[in-house]
């Protein structure tokens, strides 16, 4: 029986590495990653993998894109789990790459059980996480001692049948940071459910786009400001959002060379 493999051992023929690629500076790629893609000869990957970690795709391997827009699955997950115990099957070396963690809100656990079922082997290269790593560029720490004691990343993709089903009174201590993936659209929703929470109206808030990358921006403002920050400033995916005191631990003046900060 096929198995998850120990991160020490060698990639052999017909096997599937997860790799995590992080959020986008190919200097943040684990050196475990880059070894796994250096070696793969067909590299499945999705849209949060950027430009410059793709360049370092070997040049003979094989690339093949299945990224997802919101709401609109370019290829659905069966397809992609099902493409990766073919191109298994035909005995390639096969890297899945995503963006940040495979196992943060990556999917990364399910093509993991898929690839097991079907019987092959599986590699899983953790990689950094779009919540420690645009956080950290744009100059703000999870946790801080006497502001932030807990910090608790959730997923603001809705469900099936359209609800956004969060614990919300989990989140209304103002001494702990709540960090939303996929947060942009459900963004009116989570800012209601979270005032009425409990979280008061003037906690800082900041949305990171593209953390990491050449194009990164940050915008600051506060819980009940911000949807207002978003048409305004017509923020898109890949976008993170991260609300509590944390936010403001440095000033502007200390932070203006890393990214654009919105007027209050
Ligand atoms: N596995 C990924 C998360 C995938 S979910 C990880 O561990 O980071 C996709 C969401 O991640 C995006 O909608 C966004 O909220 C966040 N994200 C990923 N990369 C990002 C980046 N470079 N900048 C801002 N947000 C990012």
């Not at 827009?69 to 005995?91: F, T």
């Not at 790459?97 to 999917?107: N, S």
């Not at 609300?243 to 000033?251: A, C, K, L, M, S």
């Amino acid at each position: 029986m096929e198995t998850i493999k120990p991160n020490k051992q060698p990639f052999v023929h017909g096997e599937v590495a997860l790799v995590g690629s992080g959020p986008g500076d190919p200097e943040l790629l684990t050196i475990q990653a880059y070894r796994f893609i250096k070696q793969a000869e067909v590299v499945i990957y999705d849209r949060l993998v950027s430009e410059a970690i793709m360049d370092l795709v070997p040049e003979h391997c094989e690339r093949v894109y299945v990224g997802k827009k919101q709401a609109e699955h370019r290829v659905p997950q069966e397809g992609i789990n099902q493409l990766l115990v073919d191109y298994a099957h035909s005995g390639k070396k096969v890297v899945r790459l995503k963006g940040g963690d495979p196992f943060v809100f990556g999917r990364g656990g399910e093509e993991a059980q898929f690839l097991l079922a079907n019987n092959i082997a599986c590699h899983i290269v953790p990689g950094m996480t779009a919540a420690s790593a645009c956080t950290s560029y744009a100059g703000i720490p999870l946790t801080h001692r006497q502001v932030a004691q807990s910090c608790t990343f959730i997923t603001g993709n809705v469900q099936d049948n359209g609800a956004l089903d969060l614990p919300w009174h989990t989140l209304s201590d103002s001494k702990q940071t709540v960090v939303f993936y996929m947060g942009i659209k459900s963004l009116p929703t989570i800012t209601e459910q979270l005032l009425k929470a409990g979280r008061t109206a003037s906690t800082p808030a900041a949305i990171i786009h593209k953390g990491s990358q050449p194009d990164q921006k940050v915008y600051r403002s506060t819980l009940e400001k911000l949807v207002e920050l978003v048409i305004k400033e017509n923020i898109k995916p890949p976008s993170l959002i991260v609300i509590g005191d944390v936010v403001n631990t440095f000033d502007e003046d200390h932070l203006k060379h890393i990214g654009y900060v919105s007027p209050k």
